[in-house]
């Protein structure tokens, strides 16, 4: 099985310049080749796979364990963002005597609505849809995310835009998914997605949710 870690760097100006992408990216680069060795973990290629002049680069890092050898995905990338970040407590699943030396440790996030907007533009601009995606995207619906105000929707209009994607009222029903991707996002889409959540977990229905979006946006009849 596989996770996956997304990092967003907040950046207003040009990416034009590969050099300048590389200076805030390699960070994150530097920061995997240090903790890879001390966590077990093996980080084959330091570079990554890389794109839009390396202002988007994604990690595979391979550990062992009990399991059939696991990986983490990590993808940075460099992008503007519309929302104050916001300073949030770094929650881990860790026993509190473990846990306890770094309790008031914290980190910066994004802004709740902009993660929502950055979850429906992963879902309809990803050229291979990820099972992951709509499971988060049922996760924030069931937290009582904001899908429908106008200023939502603005603001997932602005994330469209910068991929050059159309708006969301323009955009297909069911986030432009085919039959043929559904059939994969329910078959072995599907079962990587059991094998990261709890085994007492509802069992994900994707069909439910695009139909549920497409009622909220108006695209039911189309």
């Not at 519309?82 to 910066?108: I, Q």
């Not at 849809?129 to 709509?134: A, K, M």
């Not at 619906?141 to 904001?146: F, L, P, W, Y």
């Not at 994607?165 to 059939?183: E, I, K």
Request: hydrophobic share 40%.
């Amino acid at each position: 099985m596989s996770e996956d870690a997304d990092f967003v760097i907040p950046w207003d100006e040009s990416r034009t310049h590969r050099g300048t992408n590389a200076h805030h990216i390699d960070k994150v680069r530097d920061t995997l080749r240090n903790l890879a060795p001390q966590l077990g973990m093996r980080f084959e290629r330091p570079d990554g796979e890389e794109f839009e002049r390396r202002s988007h680069v994604i990690w595979e890092v391979d550990y062992g364990g009990r399991y059939p050898p696991t990986s983490i995905t990590v993808e940075a990338a460099m992008r503007p963002v519309l929302r104050p970040a916001r300073r949030a407590p770094m929650l881990t699943m860790l026993r509190r005597r473990l846990v306890e030396p770094y309790r008031d440790a914290r980190c910066w996030a994004l802004d709740a609505d902009e993660v929502s907007a950055e979850k429906v533009r992963a879902a309809f601009t990803h050229q291979s849809p990820e099972i992951r995606d709509f499971y988060d995207l049922q996760l924030l619906r069931d937290s009582g995310a904001d899908f429908a105000s106008a200023e939502f929707v603005a603001l997932v209009d602005k994330k469209l835009a910068e991929v050059g994607h159309v708006s969301l009222a323009d955009a297909q029903p069911s986030f432009g998914l085919t039959a043929a991707q559904q059939r994969h996002l329910m078959g072995p889409g599907f079962k990587r997605l059991e094998s990261v959540t709890r085994l007492d977990a509802p069992r994900f229905d994707l069909n439910a949710l695009l139909v549920w979006f497409d009622e909220l946006w108006g695209k039911a009849m189309r």
